[in-house]
């Protein structure tokens, strides 16, 4: 298996722009997160989704955010309209189900610049 | 609510030296799962050891051991023998009804 995917690995946007990170979680997992991480606040779980279905979105800061999960091998999490405040690295990760208590697998993340 | 704290934002220390970074956490499930990983100036994160709830036996793996305390709720990490390439950030986390959760991590630095 490839491992948590995410693209773009850079993103550089001028304020006000939507953006868009994409994550393809691993095979046959079932729980997919989405992290964001700064200087300031550390690693922040954003919102995580079970089953395509998102469990907790407390972590999202504002309603310019919102992420997706279609199907189990595709997540979205976009940012209408982007500010420089946005700027950090954004991790998705992925693991299998609670009952079986594996590690959350990480992708290489993507760091975006909002200019 | 769940919560990880992290109290050591940085440690410094010379090779060979032991590291020892603290953990403590705050859930009401009784069922919960514990990790530390580690992220390295590259910036992946790198999964290092799991202990579930049900288990305080501590163990070492290779120059890695673990302190789980269920009564203090910590779970600290010991690097024995430290080494240049054990220099980065450590993160413990708890997955606690499905939701991962990280402390704020501590930063390790490791100099010859």
């Known amino acids: 298996d490839a491992g948590v995917i995410q693209s773009p690995r850079h993103e550089v946007t001028e304020m006000g722009q939507e953006v868009t990170l994409r994550c393809k979680p691993i095979?046959?997992?079932?729980?997919l997160f989405w992290y964001r991480q700064t200087m300031m606040r550390g690693l922040e779980l954003l919102i995580y989704?079970?089953?395509?279905?998102?469990?907790?979105d407390s972590g999202m800061p504002e309603d310019r955010f919102s992420a997706k999960m279609p199907n189990a091998s595709f997540s979205t999490l976009k940012i209408q309209p982007s500010e420089p405040r946005d700027s950090a690295v954004y991790f998705c990760?992925?693991?299998?189900?609670?009952?079986?208590?594996?590690?959350?697998?990480f992708g290489q993340g993507t760091r975006l610049t909002v200019v | 609510a769940q919560k990880v704290t992290q109290a050591q934002t940085e440690i410094s220390v010379v090779e060979k030296e032991d590291v020892t970074l603290d953990c403590v956490y705050e859930?009401?499930?009784?069922?919960?799962?514990l990790f530390w990983y580690k992220q390295p100036p590259s910036g992946e994160l790198v999964f290092l050891i799991r202990?579930?709830?049900?288990?305080?036996q501590n163990e070492i793996s290779g120059r890695y051991s673990w302190n789980f305390q269920k009564s203090t709720s910590s779970f600290n990490f010991t690097i024995t023998a430290s080494q240049v390439v054990d220099s980065a950030v450590y993160f413990c986390?708890?997955?606690?009804?499905?939701?991962?959760?990280f402390g704020a991590g501590t930063q390790v630095v490791v100099t010859p």
């Open positions: 990760a992925s693991s299998e189900p609670r009952q079986t208590a594996t590690e959350a697998f």
């Open positions: 095979s046959g997992h079932n729980s």
């Open positions: 989704f079970n089953n395509n279905v998102p469990i907790d």
């Open positions: 859930t009401r499930d009784t069922t919960y799962y």
């Open positions: 202990r579930n709830s049900f288990d305080e």
């Open positions: 986390a708890l997955n606690s009804w499905g939701k991962f959760q």
